[in-house]
């Protein structure tokens, strides 16, 4: 596939329903080099990602709970998170293929998030083997890609309600999830998490950027846009305790924050 341009290996993944397969095209797409032609030409669009046929998805509230005092729950709880960072690369990787006409370094952003959300699965899949099980032994829901659907037709809602509200929420939940598996002697899933918290900031933060830089081209102002957006699209409200080193790093101002905990009590 090398004489694909970028974007259509990028759909090319997209589209992959083989594990190790997507995770081997999202890697090698990072390194390739992008065509300002190509950043505006069409795309064909793909409404539902490449998955396994395993985990089967449910509705949230069917998925089991996660305690991690057993080993069957322990091991539900990173399942969970590979889970997420599955998510991740088809959300990443959507981003390149629907959004066109942007600059360059946009391009480049997503794939770079999408070869470190692949990272990250690989790092947790791996640790959940150790475990006895594998991606796919439980179930799971599909909520972050639900949201990808809602904010197809809108870069700007889409960097607002992805990276600027879910994954800034994994940002709040990552060290209680830390503390946990500290607690019951998971060195290694602690240290596999301070690596996804470490890297989750900076693609927070880049979108952060693309949502200022969207807002600033529509002459918007974006903390208020950001509120709006929020209540257009019922979204849920901010989750305590708040990650507020984390937030500021990934671009949030400390105004922004007080106002995100005032609405959520």
């Not at 596999?192 to 900076?202: K, Q």
Request: with cysteine; proline share 5%.
């Amino acid at each position: 596939m090398d004489h694909l341009n970028a974007f259509m290996q990028a759909r090319a993944a997209l589209a992959e329903a083989d594990v190790d397969r997507k995770l081997d095209l999202t890697g090698r797409i990072a390194a390739l080099s992008i065509a300002p032609e190509d950043a505006v030409a069409a795309c064909d669009l793909i409404d539902q990602p490449g998955r396994p046929a395993r985990p089967r998805l449910v509705p949230p509230q069917q998925v089991g709970r996660r305690r991690v005092g057993s080993r069957q729950g322990h091991a539900a709880l990173i399942h969970a998170l590979a889970h997420i960072e599955f998510n991740a690369i088809n959300l990443a990787l959507d981003c390149v293929c629907r959004f066109r006409g942007h600059p360059v370094d946009f391009y480049r952003d997503w794939l770079r998030v999408a070869a470190e959300e692949g990272l990250h699965f690989r790092l947790l899949r791996d640790h959940l083997r150790t475990l006895g099980f594998d991606y796919g032994d439980f179930d799971a829901h599909d909520g972050l890609w639900q949201m990808a659907v809602r904010t197809a037709h809108d870069p700007l809602a889409r960097m607002a309600l992805v990276p600027r509200l879910l994954e800034a929420r994994g940002l709040d939940a990552t060290p209680g999830i830390m503390d946990k598996l500290g607690g019951i002697g998971d060195t290694a899933g602690v240290a596999i998490l301070e690596i996804v918290l470490r890297d989750e900031i900076g693609h927070v933060a880049i979108g952060d950027r693309w949502f200022r830089h969207l807002c600033a081209l529509r002459g918007v102002a974006p903390e208020a846009t950001y509120r709006r957006l929020l209540e257009e699209y019922s979204a849920p409200k901010l989750a305590r305790p708040v990650n507020r080193q984390a937030r500021l790093a990934a671009g949030f101002s400390a105004g922004e924050i007080d106002a995100l905990e005032a609405a959520a009590d």
